[in-house]
């Protein structure tokens, strides 16, 4: 059993920054890549970024070079750095255990992004 506890999301302005941070408590066995999610209003929820337990990483083109997923292993901690913010980008964003998708995978709760003037 492991648990993802988010914090860093809220309110930002179009261009502005936000870092999320997700932290795993529980068992860690489970834990090798994680990834972050996001699903706006009326739409599927569709990776962000991924990153593997060695640091490499995966980005969806709408994102790349303004998120930036990073992780501290000994924190247990993943973090996705937000930068150049956009509305589009408003969604509630979740952490996950795993490269991709499966039963086994754990989810954040989900914290709200809301980038608007």
């Known amino acids: 059993q492991v648990q993802l506890v988010e914090s860093g999301g809220g309110l930002v302005q179009p261009g502005g920054s936000l870092r999320l941070s997700c932290a795993a408590s529980?068992?860690?066995?489970?834990?090798?890549?994680m990834g972050w999610y996001r699903q706006a209003p009326g739409k599927q929820r569709e990776l962000v970024a991924r990153?593997?337990?060695?640091?490499?990483?995966d980005y969806a083109d709408s994102v790349k070079g303004r998120f930036t997923i990073s992780r501290d292993n000994a924190k247990n901690t993943v973090y996705l750095q937000m930068n150049s913010l956009k509305p589009e980008d408003t969604a509630v964003y979740y952490c996950k255990t795993g490269w991709g998708t499966s039963l086994g995978d754990y989810w954040g709760q989900g914290t709200q992004v809301t980038v608007s003037s």
């Open positions: 990153i593997t337990r060695g640091g490499g990483t």
């Open positions: 529980g068992s860690a066995l489970s834990i090798n890549a």
